[in-house]
């Protein structure tokens, strides 16, 4: 919201404590086990919010000590999703920006590891002049001084804790939200914890002990929750929120049940249905709260639960055994079947395993193919073969970053003569020269207006092409008619690029370079002339899909396929 409506809202409803110029601040912290869904909570209460009319913005405080995800195992952290401006971060803040459509930046997202960087590289300049660090107060007001960037922009920020209570990484973090909670007027802040209220089959009884014991130790650190949303496979019932309320010093309306959901679409109505957006405006005192405007979730909801068909939709990955490493990926496919309105089922399967079989009899049964991102020789070769099998098949084909370089991999092997493409970052892998590199390390690239270079040695953290950049498109292209216009601004995270001299041998083949960077320099993307859908971009759209506004080309690929199934 403009600031004008945030001022025109505080006029309507008064806010008792509030100061005008400073954000509401929701403090999320899980207790119990890990993995309760604080980024999903965090993100439908900042839809409701937004419902209601206010402004909001998500945060992410991870204990961790790596500086970012950016250079984890998708198999140990999942998908690491990439900001407009750069910044590698949890996949948690692609579910605020799904949810609220607010565009995530670099200050979102903060580690242990980031906020120790920056105290030890104050330390070395001499900025703290002499004294001892300790993590109080030298940690715990760098927090701080985090957690006020840009509070002035909106009404509520939403910060989630990483880890549950009770770690000793997440420490210095509650610690620092004690102290800023003190710090700040009275009512300015609230604590929203989650808990697991697990079901003993046995004994037929919901247990609340180890909810209690999560508040304990909450309370053992001078912090004590306003909200509860607990957890449950079963319902709750009245007598045992009661006790929760009882024993947790919780006002009954303020335990929150949160129950499995057929979709995380369902989340925004159910968490209002359960009164959790009520329950935090009660917190903060204000009185009368705005009513929701819920249209956009119900027809989500709508568009989700009456789709008119199915497609099926292989991806060829590498990191297919945890299907959080393609985290966005799959949503973009759910909001692409939604424009359509279809249920996309998509099949993750593994590309090692086009290395030792034939690709046809694996994905003759779908409709479409998408073959993702990754980094590292594995599987690659299963991922040609895919693209192959597309491109002679007649199959609508999707390559985003890798899945791109491999399409044009394979068209430079099978259609242009160059037997031996491949890519740089294969022959960098293993120290030898087998390819012809037709993919090379990227050394320099432009970046708003100056020139960015890399070596191929270089530190593997925050040295990709991260961010946004606007790409051209031909005016008669494939992709110029799906999205509808002829520049374009995507998300990009890669290290190697299609190399530009390659260009007129693979276009006189039929793979035309359709978008490219600004000064011409840098392939954006490639599609097959003559094929009924066939795109490859370098960059990743996934990241900005959302359900309520699916992303062009997800929405176009659904189509195709869904053209594709009225014809088997």
Not at 123 to 139: A, F, N
Not at 457 to 472: F, S
């Amino acid at each position: 919201m403009l600031r004008a409506g945030r001022l025109a809202v505080r006029e309507k409803h008064f806010l008792t404590g509030a100061v005008a110029d400073m954000a509401r601040y929701i403090f999320i912290t899980g207790g119990v086990v890990s993995s309760l869904g604080k980024g999903l909570a965090s993100a439908a209460l900042g839809a409701l919010l937004q419902a209601r009319g206010y402004s909001v913005r998500l945060r992410k405080l991870d204990p961790y000590l790596n500086v970012d995800p950016g250079t984890m195992s998708p198999f140990e952290h999942g998908e690491v999703f990439v900001t407009d401006d750069g910044a590698e971060t949890d996949l948690d803040l692609g579910h605020y920006e799904r949810f609220t459509g607010v565009h995530a930046r670099k200050t979102d997202s903060i580690s242990s590891g980031r906020i120790y960087s920056n105290v030890l590289e104050k330390e070395r300049r001499g900025d703290y002049l002499g004294k001892t660090i300790q993590v109080i107060p030298h940690v715990t007001n760098e927090i701080k001084d985090f957690l006020r960037i840009g509070e002035e922009e909106v009404d509520f920020m939403l910060c989630e804790i990483g880890g549950t209570v009770g770690d000793i990484e997440g420490l210095p973090f509650f610690e620092a939200i004690r102290q800023f909670i003190h710090e700040r007027p009275r009512g300015q802040s609230i604590l929203m914890h989650l808990t697991l209220l697990p079901y003993l089959a046995a004994s037929g009884e919901l247990k609340t002990k180890p909810t209690q014991h999560s508040v304990k130790e909450l309370q053992s650190i001078g912090l004590a929750p306003d909200v509860l949303v607990c957890r449950s496979e079963h319902p709750i019932p009245d007598r045992e929120r009661e006790k929760i309320a009882l024993f947790c010093n919780v006002r009954k309306e303020a335990v929150i049940p949160a129950y499995d959901l057929s979709t995380i679409y369902e989340a925004p109505l159910a968490y209002h249905r359960a009164g959790l957006d009520q329950a935090v405006l009660d917190a903060f005192g204000i009185s009368p709260a705005p009513k929701p405007n819920l249209d956009r979730w119900t027809d989500v909801m709508d568009r989700l639960t009456h789709a008119e068909g199915e497609v099926r939709v292989a991806i060829v990955g590498k990191y297919t055994q945890l299907e959080d490493a393609y985290k966005s990926i799959a949503e973009a496919l759910t909001h692409g079947g939604m424009a359509n309105r279809v249920r996309v089922k998509a099949e993750w399967i593994d590309a090692e395993i086009f290395e030792r079989e034939d690709p046809a009899p694996w994905l003759e049964a779908f409709h479409a193919i998408l073959v993702p991102g990754g980094f590292g020789e594995r599987g690659t070769e299963g991922k040609i073969k895919a693209a192959q099998f597309a491109r002679e098949k007649g199959v609508p084909y999707l390559g985003i970053c890798l899945g791109m370089q491999m399409a044009v991999i394979e068209a430079a092997r099978n259609m242009a003569g160059v037997t031996r493409a491949g890519s740089e970052e294969f022959d960098h892998e293993k120290g030898e020269k087998r390819f012809e590199p037709v993919v090379y390390h990227l050394k320099e690239w432009v970046q708003g207006n100056h020139t960015v270079s890399r070596k191929a040695d270089d530190d593997k953290g925050g040295t990709m092409r991260l961010g946004a950049y606007t790409a051209m498109l031909a005016a008669d292209s494939k992709v110029a008619e799906v999205y509808g216009d002829t520049t374009i601004e995507e998300r990009h995270r890669h290290r190697y690029e299609v190399d530009i001299k390659y260009r007129d041998r693979l276009e006189k083949c039929g793979l035309i370079f359709s978008g490219m960077s600004p000064d011409g320099r840098l392939p954006e993307i490639v599609e097959w002339k003559d094929h009924p859908w066939f795109i490859g971009v370098q960059f990743h759209p996934e990241l900005k899909s959302k359900p309520f506004a699916p992303h062009p080309l997800f929405a176009d690929f659904v189509r195709a396929a869904k053209e594709v199934e009225r014809l088997v």
